[in-house]
């Protein structure tokens, strides 16, 4: 049997079609490189009908667009906090740090979510220069756990942030997925809530490649051009990332994929929950599915199917979806995992 990867990540799944018509459509004739052309500046307008007054760049990569809006907002003596396992703490390989000088400040997750509480404790250090200076705070929504912020919880973070004079920033590779769960703009979760730099994903959302640089605190964005360029995100045929993300945003792409992808999530959790001797860790909030399996059926059933073991210590493991996950797939995963069961 070949094994099934679509669980690993979401960035294990294809382009959807008409992304691939997009980029397709986008290769004929000629035109300025590094944006100086009329796909970006379309592009541009288009998100910017979702995301309002805002300043936006596109980048190749996620961690291309975290590390380059660290360096837009913060000096190398400052710091960023973060909870512990945030995608910039745990799966960058350290280039935050390294690109820009910055230390993160990690602290303890609850359900992946950062304790606003741990704002003000670094607070303090300010004005004391044997300390590193915070100067951002850092959010991931959807977290890396696959739940959410709500939102009245990422209000209150950006008030704590901004009264004592920091910026919040939110990583967003799963935004779409968030946007949808919540039944609303990616605006109405970031920007009117008071984030002030966003890293808008369009990878896992179902792209080719490409993610964006967002600032709806403008005046960060001042020295960007420079900073995009020194941080190697700058694409010279940046035009085929400016067409998926027109094409992604024109219309409701990216709420029909999220939203597939989020529906995916929730039967696969009611297969699992389903199953004796399975334990969801919570009901599934995105696109991620978080549950407590028995080692030895892991150790068998993750040779079919692929997916990361989360936490060895509990035995959990993490299963995600996307626009092209389908039924099947779920229904052929629950249906071994069941008959695995009965032999543990």
């Known amino acids: 049997m070949k094994m099934y990867l679509g669980f690993f990540s979401d960035n294990c799944a294809g ?46 990569t ?38 820009t000088s910055c230390k993160l400040l990690s602290v303890p997750a609850e359900n992946g979510k950062l304790n606003p509480k741990y704002i003000t404790k670094f607070a303090h250090n300010v004005g004391f220069e044997h300390n590193v200076q915070p100067v951002m705070v850092s959010i991931s929504q959807a977290t890396e756990a696959g739940s ?22 939110m990583d967003g590779a799963r935004i779409t997925n968030a946007a949808c769960a919540m039944g609303k ?14 890293s808008l994903g369009g990878t896992k959302a179902g792209m080719m490649f490409g993610e964006a640089a967002v600032f709806f605190n ?17 694409l010279s045929k940046s035009r085929y990332i400016a067409a998926q993300f ?4 024109e219309d409701d792409l990216w709420l029909k ?46 040779k079919e199917f692929g997916f990361y073991i989360w936490n060895e210590e509990l035995n959990e493991v993490r299963l995600m979806t996307s626009f092209a996950t389908e039924k099947k797939d779920i229904d052929a995963f ?11």
């Open 257 to 302: 994929a999220a939203g597939h992808a989020n529906a995916m999530a929730a039967y696969l959790g009611e297969r699992l929950e389903a199953i004796n001797g399975v334990t969801l860790s919570r009901k599934p909030e995105v696109n991620a599915v978080f549950a407590q399996i028995p080692r030895s059926a892991i150790d068998v059933i993750i």
């Open 218 to 234: 403008k005046e960060l964005a001042a020295d960007f051009k420079y900073i995009r360029k020194q941080s190697m995100q700058l």
């Open 334 to 344: 629950a249906d071994r995992l069941a008959e695995v069961m009965k032999t543990v």
């Open 185 to 198: 703009t990616i605006k109405e979760i970031s920007g009117d809530l008071g984030v002030d730099l966003l």
């Open 148 to 169: 959410l912020y709500t939102v009245d919880e990422i209000s209150e973070i950006a008030r704590i942030t901004h009264e004592n004079g920091m910026y919040l920033h």
């Open 15 to 60: 382009v959807l079609p008409e992304i691939m018509e997009a980029i397709s459509a986008e290769n004929s004739g000629f035109t300025r490189p590094y944006g100086y052309d009329h796909t970006t500046g379309e592009s541009k307008e288009v998100l910017r009908e979702h995301l309002g007054d805002a300043e936006v760049n596109f980048m190749l």
């Open 246 to 249: 027109k094409r992604m945003f």
């Open 62 to 99: 996620g961690t291309g667009a975290n590390v380059a809006l660290i360096a837009a907002a913060l000096k190398p003596f400052q710091g960023v906090i973060c909870p512990e396992t945030a995608h910039i703490n745990v799966d960058e390989c350290g280039a935050p740090e390294r690109f």
